[in-house]
């Protein structure tokens, strides 16, 4: 990897974080998580593919990178998908301090 | 990890090498979902609470946040350019790059020091003086998530730099040749900066737009 | 001793269609137990070593077996998972005019109250043939409440109400056993269920004496925990009536709707700064850690009690 | 060179620190075997004392606490430190570098410190459970565990954690073990169906076991400063906790059964002398059970509070993982099929391993149907139905590996004939305690009670009655497997004519494994008439 590439990768990151930052103060609604959201994949996979040198890994250490986000997924999904079908409503509990 | 020596289970230096640089992604996977465990648990408590966990996340200070990120974002660049140069075969260029790695490793912990400081001072500390009567307990679980998530990178970054001060001990004073060990403690600073990277939308810039 | 006994009391006619779903399952386990075992002791009769049957070379087209007995198992797994769920369901969907119950589970002992505001413990009195909703809560840990004879059970989860319902058509007298963990005398919380006719139910709330009913009650403490200086017409501070609320729509202040059921209640009563109505101010203080759910149970059933009149006896 | 006979892995060198600072994976193994063994141990004295107190309706030996106490250290010694490291530590660690024809794991060092890890997560456990015990059960489901419980519940949990580190670098060095270092020709369909199945378990030891370290740290948090994030003090949810736990614990599940189905794959052909049926549905199975089976850990939570669409979702997804369970035993009774089989003891107990298999899998079917579940969650019926696939399945296969490979281990033949009591003794004595409990289940009883109603007692006098022949059957290998070792006669580098390369080498193998690493030319279970064709040639 050239000390370019990095320089190149440095600086996408950082306007990137600009970005994500400045967003953030737009009132978009929900939409702004999943900009932020967006930008923090974005500025993942430049740090993934390039200083971690996904980019000239062989296939199985880039199947091995993706398994632990693929497995996370399952179970942000499936564990959200319970919190939006929920019908009951949350109450506190006496507070016990 | 012996560079130049062979370990006796393997055929080949290429074997070898292929071999650590996948243990270390194993592993990167099994700290993927440690952190994500949490990460799951703040988007069910995000979507459970509604607007309350998202008002609580106000109260974390975004510009010190936002620094942070740049300085750890720099760091990671000063760690890949270690691992190009070393193994470029140079020796002083790496020992200078992992002590900037490191610098701006430690300046991060120390911001995110003063960030605690500041959270103590405005009683956002939960089981230490989490003012419940004024905040809500719903933003005391925000912050036990924060503190939760925010300690738990410190720790990792602390054992990161660590690592990163006996490497350049180690390549200055020429023990460690080109090869593995450079690599793989790059890509465990990496994984800690990615950490972050998803760290800092979730906590910082929620609930900011309104 | 107590004989062999096999299976136990159905009271319900929801117990009965479980009844049937898991026989079902049991036929179909047994026949597949048994094919199981059939085959393993034909094959390794037949083909013991040193027998002299016929052995043909090793087959090749493994895979017609393969996706046959594949389609098979999925095909009737599928079915399987579609009939115990649409049981399911009709669990989750109590009928309208219900009589409703309100139970505390705490450390260890079920706590209920019925509508008249007869109250009893480890026991609980239901007549033959109606439908009965139970709306539960719990003090301090989980708690599963569990009737063997009706083939129902909820975990009861501290911090919110559960329900749950039934209609019993045998007379008798059940098991009520707590199912979650809960603790030193976890064994020992429960009691029986008391499944009555009409007049001898009539006869046992005749004999808990005349207290006040449970929306009486309510009422009583609707006025003493302030509620009503605010809830009532000329009250200091403008909000909301109650008066017919329960059960219809509320617009909250974030635009969203909710539906003012005994959650949305007792939600507002614990937590009113989360769900404000639209049009009003956050100014309702907190009655967190003031009020017994025993009491929260009280407020709920009188402001259900001045709502819009339910169709029906209750 | 040809090294004696007598130099071999166990006697190459001597004293106890050539042990205790070993890196071979074969002493590790050993070593494992040692915990093992002992855990094993403390979980069965703490069963024996629950059965004996079920005999009557009444407590008899202690008060509820004292009871409480007990089945929660029945459950977190036999789950954390038997059945989880079980087959994978021992066998796994002994075999898979065998099988795969290398001379060690990737990572001797790491695997070493799996062990020490192991160790001092028990000894941390053992000693909260010896100085006061944990009444929570092995689930420490919130709010209970953190605000009500009484006794050493930080220092287990702990324990557990650092038991979980052991587990996660166990399955590390397993699945790089196998991708790196196989030997010359072996490729992915020529290995044994053991090594895809460890593969399998490794996959969810590194993928699961993280989750379950966060859930116990932030569990730990919230009991040591009293604060709230899953009891509802503060408005938190109780049920999120259960998530967390289960997505980790029912994985776990497979963690214990997918190794058997390992052994049981191996056992099934070597003794029919014929080539395994459908090898390639039976692999590809193993890594389906490993994948589906983190889809389903809400079968657990039907009648918790969840909401209802994810309910159907969870029981869908639920009987979706038993297809492959089911293909797995087809394949295994199609194996049988026109074969020559021999009834040695790791055959029988084989075949006791696919009809309580089987008999669990199909319970779990009727619990995967919901308004079954709604029923019979939380009684004895669950009880019966995961000790049908945790002890009928995961410690018949167990043993069954024990058996196989012990002529391997040690070097020594053992007594087929108390081999072969001994596992036709286990069969009766588990299905005389376990099959009275599916019957309890649906009358009824819930699990974790000292006491019940009188009615119940029969069933319970009859469970407890087959426990203690349960435990003669698995008390008896002890006493014939030492035997062996002192007394039996040496056995052959292959006693049972098994393909395989494990087999090819001495027995007990050399420090090195293999004098040369040898190149593989054939698949797996290559038998003809009943007897093996050579699976490797030399250089």
Redesign the interface.
Known sequence: MSAGTICRCWLALLILLALTTGSAFIPLGTANLFVSLGIAVTKALIVLLFFMELKTSSALVRVFAAAGFFWLMIMIALTTADYTHRTDQRVPLDQVR | MAEETLGFQYSTLQQERETVTLGMWAFLATEVLFFGALIAAYFSYRIWFGAEFIAAAKMTKVALGTANTAVLLTSSACMAMAVTTHEAGSRRAPVLWLTATALLGLSFVVIKGTEWFLEYQEHLVPALNFDLARHGGVAEIFFIFYFCATGLHALHLLIGICLVCWLAFAIGTGRLKPGSTTRLIGLYWHFVDIVWIFLFPLIYLAGRNG | ????????PTASAYAT??NF??SS??I??AL??GL??F??AF??TK????SN????Q?TKK??R??VG??TA??LI??G??V???E??????NPPPNAMQIFIVGK?WMWKAQHPGGQREIDELHVPVDEDVRLVMASQ???H?F?V??L?????V??????TMWFRADKVGRY?L????????????MGGWIYVMSPRDFADWLQAQGGQQTLAAQGERLFRSYGCSGCHEPGGTVRAPSLEGVFGGPVPLS?GSV?TADE??I??SI??P???VAAGYQPVMPTF??QI?EDDLAKLVAYIESIGPKRSGAR | MHAPRSQNYLNATVGIRSWLLTTDHKRIALLYFAGITFFFLIGGIAATLIRLELITPQPDLGSPDFYNRLFTMHGIIMVWFFLIPSIPTTMGNFMIPLMIGARDLAFPRLNLLSWYLYIAGGLITIAALLLGGVDTGWTFYEPYSTFYATGYLILAVFGIFVAGFSSILTGLNFIVTVHKLRAPGMTWYRLPVFVWSTYATSLILVLATPVLAMTLLMLLAERVLHVGIFSPQLGGDPLLFQHMFWFYSHPAVYIMILPSMGVISEVVPCFSGKPLFGYYFVVWCSIAIAAIGFLVWGHHMFVAGMSLYASLAFSFLSYLVAVPSAIKVFNWVATMHEGWIRFDAPMLYAFGFIGLFTIGGLTGLMLAALAVDVHVTDTYFVVAHFHYIMVGGAVMGFFAGLHYWWPKISGRLYPDYWARFAAILAFFGFNLTFFPQFILGYLGMPRRYQSYPPEFQIWNVLSSAGASILAVGYALPLFYLAWSILKGPRASADPWGATGLEWTTSSPPPTENFPKIPTVIRPPYQYDQGVPCVQSKDG
Request: proline content about 5%; overall charge negative.
């Open positions: 001793m107590h004989g062999f006994p096999w299976w136990p269609r479980v779903l898991f399952l049991l179909i386990a597949t137990v199981v075992i085959l393993l094959f390794a083909y013991r070593h040193g049957a016929v052995r043909h090793p493994t895979w077996w393969e007995w594949t198992s999925l797994f599928v399987l998972a009939w115990g769920g049981l399911y369901v009709h669990l989750y450390q301090d840990v989980i599963s569990f063997p004879a083939r129902i059970k909820q975990d989860v501290p911090g919110r109400y559960e098991h056993f707590c199912a979650e963990y809960c603790g030193t005398d976890h064994a020992h974030d909710v959650h949305y007792r939600d614990l937590n700064q989360a769900q967190a850690g017994s």
